[in-house]
């Protein structure tokens, strides 16, 4: 019988940047509420389901939340897992308005 280690841990982090600057190619940004995010509306850690799925690690687990807008891809996870609907996707061209 083999020995299995099972002090190995299954879960990784991505890298910020692992694909590059990808800010420069977005279509969609996201875009906080933060009269309706949960963390700063509570003003306590809770929520964060947009820093845990977000899948290339640029969402900031801070109060207020930051998205580190060089590196997101604009893929729209963050708004799709968001509770109270704080993260509206926008057209980027759009965003500055």
Known sequence: MENIDTN???VCTPAVGEAGRTGEWRE?????????CIPEVKGK????????YCP??????????E???DYCKGCGVC???????AIKMVREVD???
């Open 67 to 69: 998205i580190d807008m």
């Open 45 to 52: 850690p809770a929520c964060f389901l947009c820093w845990l």
């Open 28 to 36: 969609l940004r996201p875009v906080i509420d933060s009269t309706k």
């Open 95 to 97: 965003a500055d308005e």
């Open 8 to 10: 190995v841990s299954g």
């Open 79 to 85: 708004a799709e897992e968001c509770p109270p609907n």
């Open 56 to 65: 290339d690690g640029v969402v900031s687990m801070t109060i207020p939340v």
